[in-house]
């Protein structure tokens, strides 16, 4: 992996640049009792993240400039987190799969993700869904590579839409961003495309690379989620893919419900689980502490790669006064703790598990925005 050197000493603690995650589901407007933006981005400060990109799928889904200020509105006055909160457009009004949004007017709206990036929105997504319409699909790579936006999808049936999202990116020059990659062949294919000049890039997520669906059986709902979880061979080759470089980013597809959402049988809740307060140990626990990674590989698809992708600013140099970094202590091992979460859902499969690499300190543009002794519920367990 390409990376350049991430991380300074601070004492007992590392220091690295402050992580930024192309996919998050904030629930609001529509389920406020699931997320709120400003719980959303309280949660995100305390994972170590200055920004995420959050998807369109709220109520109303954001497919006009009108729903986009109004989150954006939120974001804003959620950034007292000092965590940026940028909005990705609908592909089509409300989801609904038959008309294309005004992407160019929502691409121009002066946002923070305007300011930020020099576009409205950080990328368009149909996120939950995939855009079967050939011909609409066809106009949205269009538009979005005449504008220079990432055109992130959410790839379902996984391998048959990325077979077709690969065709796309070369035939209309789109940047197209496949999310949550899951399966051994997903990585085989981005793999060949890579290599044949295709702009395609790709990210999984943490779950995929610690768990598999033996999971499911063990935690039931908490372990639900679409893509689902799959085999130890699908796993293997997600971490083979963050290690070649095919894939781009890890990004924790934060999906937060309430308790009745995943209550009774698993075939009957709702999919996805929590992912900003949990990414980076479980990603360092398994990924570095298991051999597989250097600690700047990780930094490198949590804060650099993800930036590069919509086009944030580098987070800048480590030692300068005005960046955005995070403090991490890796030697202490310490245990997950869904009731100390800032975000509302405790929908995690990751509760109880030991893990290294618990973020100390948020700072973002020299403002500390989470510390970790801050929260009275979180003590430091020495082992
Ligand atoms: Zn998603």
Redo the contacts with the bound molecule.
């Keep these: 992996m390409n990376c350049d050197q991430h991380m300074t000493n601070e004492g007992a603690f590392v220091r690295v640049p402050a992580f930024v995650d192309l ?1 998050v ?1 904030f629930r609001e407007p529509g389920f406020p009792e699931k997320e709120t933006i400003a719980s959303g981005a309280r949660a995100a400060a305390a994972g170590g993240y200055r920004a995420v990109c959050m ?1 369109p ?1 709220t109520r109303p889904v954001i497919d006009s400039v009108e729903t986009l200020l109004a989150v954006d509105w939120l974001g804003r006055e959620a950034n007292v987190t000092g965590v940026s909160v940028l909005a990705a457009a609908a592909m089509t009004m409300g989801q609904a799969g038959d008309r294309l949004t005004g992407l160019a007017a929502m691409d121009v709206a002066g946002t923070r993700c305007k300011t930020l990036t020099g576009h409205g929105v950080c990328g368009v997504s149909e ?2 869904k995939t855009l079967e319409n050939p011909y609409l699909m066809e106009e949205i790579c269009r538009q979005a590579a005449r504008l220079g936006l990432a055109l992130m999808d ?1 790839a379902e049936p996984e391998v048959e839409t990325i077979r077709r999202d690969i065709a796309l990116a070369q035939r209309t020059g789109a940047r197209i961003h496949i ?2 990659v899951s399966l051994a062949e997903s990585v085989r294919l981005l793999r060949e495309a890579k290599a044949a000049g295709a702009l395609v890039t790709c990210e999984t997520a943490p779950h995929y690379i610690a768990l598999t669906s033996e999971a499911l059986r063990e935690m039931g709902a908490n372990a639900k989620m ?1 893509p689902p979880l799959a085999s130890e061979d699908d796993r293997l080759a997600l971490i083979e893919g963050l290690r070649d470089g095919t894939i781009d980013c890890i990004a924790t ?1 934060h ?1 937060p419900h309430e308790a009745a959402a995943k209550e009774g049988p698993a075939w009957q809740a709702a999919n ?1 689980i929590v992912g900003l307060e949990t990414a980076f140990p479980v990603c360092y626990t398994v990924l570095v502490r298991g051999g597989y990674l250097t600690l700047d590989d990780l930094v490198c698809l949590m804060a650099i790669r993800p930036a590069e992708i919509i086009g944030l600013p580098p987070p800048g140099d480590l030692e300068d006064p005005a960046g955005s970094y995070v403090l991490l202590d890796l030697e202490t091992e310490y245990e997950i703790d869904k009731n100390t979460f800032r975000s509302k859902g405790r929908n995690t499969p990751f509760h109880g598990m030991s893990v290294y690499g618990r973020v100390m300190q948020t700072v973002i543009d020299n403002r500390v925005v989470y510390a970790a002794t801050m929260n009275p519920a979180t003590t430091l367990r020495s082992t």
Excluded: K, R
């Design positions: 996919h589901h998807m799928n996120d939950g959410h999310q949550h679409n597809d999906a996805g």
